[in-house]
């Protein structure tokens, strides 16, 4: 149990982070489609790019600590892991939702939570070794 402590205060960090890349997300996707006008598609790429990068600066500082100098291996590593993040999530709910005809938000709902597990897993074991 001791050796868990840590690995869950971790999760519990990146859940933190994540939630903040949430709002970093949300706000740059409304504030350039809705007060920009820019394209839904575009607006949406950025939010997510600045709320991926958002989320690996504060992962590596806060969450894991890291020094490792290779910044941009470790940054191209946590977009691509979040990026397949992205599309298991999207995947899940076409499958909970659109295949077995679950409540949309239930189903979001349990893709964010396997989708967590997914991404702090991964950049714990790849990212942030």
């Known amino acids: ?15 933190v982070v994540g939630f903040s890349g949430m709002v ?24 997510f790019i ?15 600590g890291s020094t490792d100098s290779n910044i ?9 892991i979040s990026a397949v993040g992205l599309g298991l999530n999207n995947l899940i709910i076409y499958l909970l939702h659109g295949k077995l005809h679950l409540n949309f938000y239930l189903s979001k709902v349990i893709a964010i939570v396997l989708v967590t597990l997914w991404n702090f897993s991964m ?3 790849i990212t942030f070794r």
């Open 50 to 64: 600045l709320a991926a990068s958002n989320n690996y600066l504060w992962n590596r500082l806060w969450t894991f």
């Open 24 to 47: 970093v997300d949300f706000g740059v996707t409304w504030l350039c489609k809705e007060k920009l006008r820019w394209n839904k598609y575009v607006s949406n790429s950025l939010g």
């Open 123 to 125: 950049n714990y074991l």
């Open 1 to 15: 149990m001791e050796k868990l402590l840590p690995i869950l205060f971790k999760l519990l960090k990146f859940c």
């Open 72 to 80: 941009t291996r470790q940054w191209g590593s946590f977009l691509l």
